[in-house]
């Protein structure tokens, strides 16, 4: 199972997401209570990783947060922010195509960018 400190890595390198520690935290542990089905599944440890990885991203940045657009520093310190673009939309098909067999969609949910129609006929 990744640790808070991998996860917070990903989130922070890789999709240069900001997301408080204990928002990490409780991501990891709720994606922990699926990794004995991920092994069952037969799934590599390097799968399992990437899932794993995956799958605390999307529900630790379910909120939509901030992502650095850019940095500034020797000390005419400045950070810019953009909120949500389609990268989570993204990552959730990533994951779906590590996660053949769908073990962590009901962690993640639905893809709130995907167009639904609701209609009521009377």
């Not at 997301?19 to 799934?43: I, M, N, R, S």
């Not at 992502?67 to 005419?76: H, V």
Request: net charge neutral.
């Amino acid at each position: 199972m990744i640790t808070a400190t991998q996860a917070q890595q990903y989130l922070d390198q890789a999709l240069g997401v900001s997301v408080p520690a204990f928002v990490v935290d409780a991501a990891v542990t709720k994606v922990a209570e699926v990794e004995p089905a991920l092994v069952l599944a037969g799934y590599s440890a390097a799968d399992r990783t990437l899932i794993e990885a995956m799958a605390v991203s999307i529900i630790a940045s379910a909120g939509a947060p901030r992502r650095i657009a850019s940095q500034g520093a020797p000390s005419g310190a400045s950070r810019s922010f953009k909120n949500f673009d389609a990268s989570l939309t993204a990552l959730r098909r990533s994951l779906a195509s590590l996660d053949t067999k769908g073990i962590t969609a009901a962690l993640v949910g639905a893809d709130p960018e995907t167009n639904s129609l609701f209609m009521v006929v009377c």
